[in-house]
């Protein structure tokens, strides 16, 4: 066995040779796609020495034109409460407002007549704190019917998502990782089937002219054309064409009705939840408006309930007392919206249903749309990636010329 292994040692080295350009193609690629994603954070001596993903590393960026994308092919702000109906937000209020109320006229009172108060009895208490109650669903649906028409003014959507995005960039990964799985997976294989081909052709070539130059050439070339044809194949052609009888379509899009629904749970179940968007509404930068609005809301309440019993009102608990009662009222109320707004939570996830939204509207998009969703990951320094390929591969065909190779040829 020996003798057979020596005495044909030329052939099994020259056999070596597409076998190690299959391993370039496939580990290139596979380290292409690791660079791609991680690290998360940097790793190294910055700002020169070290990596971090890609896209880890333009995070905002990245987020940036995800929202926009989204905003702009799947569904706009105003749409997001187009469905809210503002008196079933107050129904699933209902329960908080009773607590609202007594906590409102406690504080009042506490004020205006600590020690009469104390005297009146629970019974007549309750009877107040239920009419104070019994308003508070009007207040709620006026303040609910106000953030609809003014949502574009108080929710920045933009700014929701690149804080959620580059807060949690394993997430922003996971969003690419998962719905591009299928792709990521043909680029690693890709790579040691195309390696494999471009090794076949290295070889003869190296057969012919054994020049030292020719491995790291050839390994440069591998490198660099395994990663570019794999990710060419994965978008293009993005309409089907016939060749040898068969359809050819870039695999992306040809999985675009199951993309689709990886892709909208995420966004819906991980992003546009409405926990998220109400608490971006409540305490995002445009915070200062929503209050503005709840509290124009409440003093416009206030006046309405007090009437015509107003100026009779201010005369006999005075001006200042009066104006320091509606103050308690409108920042009571601008406190507790936030807090009791929780059990709308599943009633605003059923009303608006973004999944199916998302779903249904990436499924009917155009190819070339859709191929928008995935394709900013490699657009996004794919020719940095594409020339580490190269150059892992050239240092492959150098090793492969030392190693193996050292005594033939031209060395």
Known sequence: MLDFLLEYKEVFLYLSIPMTSAFVGWATN????????????FKGIPPFLGWQ??????AVKMSTTSVDLWTSKLVSVKELFEQIDPKAVAKEMRPEFDRISKEIMD?????QAPEAWEKIPDSLKRIIYMRISKDMPGIVTEIMTDVKNNIENIFDIKEMVIKRLTEDKELLNDMFLKCGEEEFKFIERSGLYFGFIFGLIQMITWYLFPYFWILPLFGLLVGYATNW?????????????KFLGMNFQGLFIKRQNEV???????LAHDIFTSDRIFAAIINGPTKDKFVNLVATHANKAIDDAVGVSEPVIKLVTGKRKYEKMKHIVIDKTVQEIPKSVHPVF????EAMDLETTFRTRMQSLSSSDFVNFLRPVFQEDELKLILVGAVLGMLAGIGQLVFVFGGIGGI
Do not use: C, D, H, R
């Open 30 to 41: 596979v380290l292409a796609i690791k660079m791609t994603f991680y690290p998360i954070e």
């Open 53 to 58: 993903g890609i896209i880890p590393s333009k």
């Open 107 to 111: 504080e009042i009172m506490a004020i």
């Open 229 to 241: 044809l794999a990710l060419k194949l994965i978008f293009q052609p993005i309409k089907p064409i």
């Open 260 to 266: 689709s629904k990886e892709y909208a749970y995420m």
């Open 346 to 349: 599943p009633y605003a996830e």
